[in-house]
């Protein structure tokens, strides 16, 4: 089993920046491949980004591509994301994801990833 943790939501403004964080706890040994997704409020969950465990294999939603960067520190068992020039439509609720631990591919769909955190929101205004 794997634990997550996210934090670091909260309100700010358009074109600012936040950095959020996922703390991994149980066999996180075995959690090759970490996510960020979001929810926004009426809309599906969408996918946002995804690492790999040598932190050099990442994809990105196109949405996101070029502002975001997601990384983890192995040592902290932490998944970071990075999110640069924030836009109203970048509100939603932000998950943590963890893929079973004999999956070692990049994914985007969320029934890919069988461990999730409880999210924690992220509100942009303009």
């Known amino acids: 089993q794997v634990q997550l943790v996210e934090s670091g939501g909260g309100l700010v403004q358009t074109g600012t920046s936040l950095r959020l964080s996922c703390a991994a706890s149980?066999?996180?040994?075995?959690?090759?491949?970490m996510a960020w997704f979001r929810q926004a409020p009426g809309k599906e969950r969408e996918f946002v980004a995804t690492?790999?465990?040598?932190?050099?294999?990442?994809s990105y939603a196109d949405s996101v591509k070029g502002r975001f960067t997601i990384s983890r520190d192995n040592t902290k068992n932490t998944v970071y994301l990075q999110m640069n020039s924030l836009k109203t439509e970048d509100t939603a609720v932000y998950y943590c994801?963890?893929?079973?631990?004999?999956?070692?591919?990049?994914?985007?769909?969320?029934?890919?990833?069988?461990?999730w955190g409880q999210g924690t929101q992220v509100t942009v205004s303009s």
């Open positions: 149980g066999r996180t040994s075995s959690s090759a491949v």
């Open positions: 994801a963890a893929r079973a631990s004999r999956y070692l591919t990049l994914a985007s769909r969320a029934d890919d990833y069988g461990y």
């Open positions: 690492v790999g465990r040598s932190r050099t294999s990442t």
